[in-house]
């Protein structure tokens, strides 16, 4: 599968199983059977609380370390220096690893400077424990913030898709070689889209294999969540053709809607 570099250590695979909610028995065997099925990229965050379920899947499907991306992400409780650090620890003994590929800031919040986590992830960077540092939910203003911590941004996990593209914030991070993931990107509606689903029948592909097809060939990294078997294997398949550019630029120009995921503490507004 393709992938894209972040440093010189970490090159993150371009399709990878989001697992939001995918906890427990059913959660293991998701990710157990995606990585069956030719995934290597695994999404998680502590505030999800299946690391041991991913670990389990891990076991169970029976592929070497080595051969997974895994990415995670600290809570918003958790971004002073000791908090990152306590974190750390504590994210790879659940995952049952040695190392996380890319360990992103979940959230941008106030309450502790944005230096202060991210050089804490770094300094779990330089342990090795680490491999990748990066955001979620940053925009620009948050992006310049972090920025100027000196820390290396390598990936900016935010929520796109074709409805809800962010060319701006995309084009930011492009501007300073930082890989956007997007999140988010199947949301209900998205799927239901005139253009989106004329040109699903006119490649023979379903709807959302069109959204993942437009993620990754605009540069990006989908992370799709689903714990059914049929639609993990619908996922990966979403790879395996070619959109013309031109109906590329009919998806880049469907009309925007607002942004779907909203929490209590995100900001957006600056």
Known sequence: ??????????????????????????????????????????????????????????????VKREQIFITTKVWNKDHSREGVLRSGGRFLEELETEYIDLLLVHWPIHEVPVEETLCAMDELKRQGSVRAVGVANFTVYHLRNALASGVEITNNQVEVRPDFAQPDLRAFCSSHNIPVTAH????????????????????????????????????????????????I?????????????????????????????????GEFDR
Not at 31 to 48: K, P, Q, R
Not at 209 to 231: C, F, L, Y
Not at 249 to 258: A, C, L
């Open 1 to 62: 599968m393709k992938s894209i570099t972040l440093n010189s250590r970490a090159s993150i695979p371009v399709l990878g199983l989001g697992t939001w909610r995918l906890t427990g028995a059913a959660g293991a065997d998701a990710v157990a059977y995606a990585l069956s099925a030719g995934y290597s990229h695994i999404d998680t965050a502590d505030i999800y609380g299946n690391h041991r379920d991913i670990a389990a899947g891990i076991r169970m499907a029976g």
């Open 184 to 231: 988010s990107s199947l949301r209900a509606g998205s799927a239901e889209l005139s253009a989106v689903a004329e040109l699903a029948g006119k490649y023979g592909k379903t709807p959302a294999q069109m959204i993942i097809n437009w993620t990754v060939a605009r540069g990006m990294i989908a992370i799709p969540k689903s714990a059914r078997p049929e639609k």
């Open 233 to 265: 294997k619908e996922n990966i398949e979403s790879l395996d053709f070619e959109i013309d550019e031109n109906d590329l630029q009919k998806m880049d120009h469907i009309p925007q809607n607002e942004r779907g995921v909203v929490p209590s503490w």
